[in-house]
């Protein structure tokens, strides 16, 4: 490729041949002799292109102030555009930042980050945003205290606490503790962990709201009651099987009763519906970064089974929701927002909003919420609890009755053993439902019943 200077060297300029010139080329004549003389009008295909050009430079010319009009007129045009493009390229990086904050800093998750760095004054735990807005929480202060002191005390791996008020949804203790890691605690309460027993006080509302159970009926099973191989829970047509009231089997949590409850009394469709109207699978709790609590439809008679005693590890919840629905039937089937703060306060300590209970829907209808309480009220009396509220010699611990259920299974994120304990009290007048989820490794030294017992003693000290 040839560079400009060689382009220029070699040709002086570039155009029609009738304008071009050469210096080699050009003629000299004596000067004595008029040049003017020596010009002759063009013939032929020079005239040709004389015309043609003469044509061409008209043209232009006659266009010259048409394009300069245009050009004008285009000017603001051009500004316009170059404007909304400006407006765009500046705008949607505002409403992109807007929207991610609208997502990322709910209401509730602040309250919740903001409860950590909170002033414990007497009954009253508040706390400041750096606006100046004071935060006054529904937390009962002195048993939130009473449960976080416990769970360091003796070194929990991981453990989490939620305790709400039924007739209101106030959240009245929400804390959490690791030893292992701190980071876990700060997001525990909205984790999915998988439910193991628990469930099956969904498998009892199943077959409760079908009409197919009362508390009193009585459920045949063969294999061991801690069985966790469904194969071996259908009755034998020789006779000799177990046999064992619902109410009893809640308590004692017993896996095969819970089971065939699930595949051959209620039904997959009806267990499916009561998993739905409990909340999972869905967005129950808006506003709160809770994550949705899951239960897929099972495949084959056995997995119902393991899904109605509460064995499937991939039905999971998270601890507030567990305590959402506790709290549901504890106020008659009817289920509550739950709430972290009571009001809201300026610099002035003049309030800008007040809480108010808002209901989210009716959960069982209160005939099954009495028939799942009467069940429930086993478990501390003679279940799996008995020994967490009782001492040595039998005496309970507490003058108050309980309805409760407790929860075990192996889980893997973390991973150890899973301790469910989930509560309301009294059972005539529910003033505090609870859960607590308590992870140990091989060895471990505190239940979640002991968590929950704790919790109750401290709200009913001086009740």
């Known amino acids: 490729m040839q560079d400009f200077k060689n382009l220029t060297q070699k040709k002086s300029s570039s155009g029609l041949g009738f304008f071009s010139r050469s210096s080699k080329n050009r003629r000299l004549t004596p000067p004595a002799e008029p ?28 266009l010259a102030p048409l394009c300069v009009l245009a050009l004008r007129q285009a000017i603001p045009a051009v500004s316009k555009i170059r404007i909304w493009v400006a407006s765009l390229t500046v705008d949607a990086p505002k409403q992109a930042e807007a929207a991610k904050e609208k997502v990322s800093t ?42 976080y002191t416990y769970l360091e005390k003796n070194n929990v791996p991981y453990g989490v606490f939620v305790a709400i008020e039924p007739a209101s949804g106030r959240i ?19 984790e999915l962990y998988p439910m193991a027993s628990l469930f099956k006080i969904i498998t009892a509302s199943a077959a409760l ?57 209620a039904g997959k469709s009806s267990v499916m519906e009561s998993v739905s109207r409990f909340g999972f699978n869905q ?25 109605g005693a509460g064995l499937d590890h991939d039905v999971k919840i ?19 927002a739950p709430s972290l703060t009571g009001s809201i306060l300026d ?4 309030e800008k909003e007040v809480f108010a209970p808002r209901e989210i829907r009716q959960l069982v209808t209160p005939e099954t919420s009495a028939s799942l309480t009467r069940m429930l009220s086993s478990t501390v009396l003679t279940g799996t609890s008995r020994k967490a509220f009782h001492d040595r010699r039998g005496r309970p611990l507490l003058d ?40 140990n490794p091989d060895k471990w030294k505190v239940k979640a019943s002991q968590v929950g017992e704790q919790a109750l003693e401290e709200f009913f000290r001086e009740q």
């Open 347 to 350: 610099d002035h300590g003049v």
């Open 283 to 307: 967005q129950l709790l808006p506003g709160i970064p809770a994550k949705p609590s899951q239960a897929a439809e099972p495949a084959s008679s056995n997995d119902l089974r393991l899904m």
């Open 106 to 147: 709910g209401r509730f998750e602040i309250a919740g980050e903001m409860l950590q760095s909170a002033e414990l004054n007497g009954p009253r735990v508040s706390a400041r945003t750096p606006e100046g807005l004071e935060h006054v929480y529904t937390i009962h202060g002195e048993l939130q205290r009473r449960v």
């Open 400 to 439: 108050i009755s309980i309805a409760a259920k407790t929860g075990s299974i192996n889980g893997t994120d973390p991973k150890g053993h899973y301790s469910w304990f989930a509560a309301f009290a009294p059972i005539q007048n529910p003033r505090i439902a609870l859960v607590a989820l308590v992870i």
């Open 318 to 336: 998270s601890p507030l929701h567990a305590a959402v629905i506790m709290s549901a039937i504890a106020n008659g089937g009817k289920m509550m």
């Open 172 to 190: 009245l203790g929400m804390t959490s503790y690791s030893s292992v890691d701190p980071a876990w605690a700060k997001r525990s309460v909205y």
């Open 209 to 265: 709201e079908s009409h197919k159970i009362t508390p009193e009926s009585v459920v045949e099973f063969r294999g061991n009651s801690y069985s966790e191989n469904p194969r071996y829970w259908d009755v034998s047509p020789r006779g000799r099987n177990n046999r064992m009231d619902v109410t009893y089997a809640m308590g004692k949590s017993i896996n095969p009763v819970y089971g065939r409850v699930a595949s051959d009394i």
């Open 35 to 62: 040049i003017l003389s020596k010009l002759s009008m063009p013939t032929g295909k020079r005239l040709q292109q004389l015309k043609l050009t003469l044509l061409f430079i008209a043209i232009v010319l006659a």
